[in-house]
Nanobody
Framework: QVQLVESGGGSVQSGGSLKLSCAAS???????WAWFRQAPGKEREGVAA???????MYAHSVKGRFIISQDNAKNTLYLQMNSLKPEDTAMYYC???????????????WGQGTQVTVSS
């Protein structure tokens, strides 16, 4: 059974940094990964995605500030978040699938989320 577990969320002041991790178990084949976020009262939005070749894509709102990466040996996905802003406050979710959904929330496997709060 596939399980994705996020960690690394927390509270930080504006301009600070956080690094999120997503550990996958029961998921050993090549896949596509992504990070999403959802703030209260808003729709889930794609933040960053990485394909099986390591190519990445980012939402316009985080481009230049966030970096998605993966460690295939550890079956772990990361999101380095720099220059955080209050509008980055949300629950962050990792997702995975064998299909490349880019930043669309159609991935088959999802973690439970980790909260990121940025104060001004």
């Amino acid at each position: 059974q596939v399980q994705l577990v996020e960690s690394g969320g927390g509270s930080v002041q504006s301009g600070g940094s956080l690094k999120l991790s997503c550990a996958a178990s029961g998921y050993t084949y090549s896949s596509y990964w992504a990070w999403f976020r959802q703030a209260p009262g808003k729709e889930r939005e794609g933040v960053a995605a990485i394909d099986s070749d390591g190519s990445t894509m980012y939402a316009h709102s985080v481009k230049g500030r966030f970096i998605i990466s993966q460690d295939n040996a550890k079956n772990t996905l990361y999101l380095q978040m720099n220059s955080l802003k209050p509008e980055d406050t949300a629950m962050y979710y990792c997702a995975a699938d064998r299909i490349w959904w880019e930043l669309l929330p159609r991935y088959n496997y999802w973690g439970q989320g980790t909260q990121v709060t940025v104060s001004s």
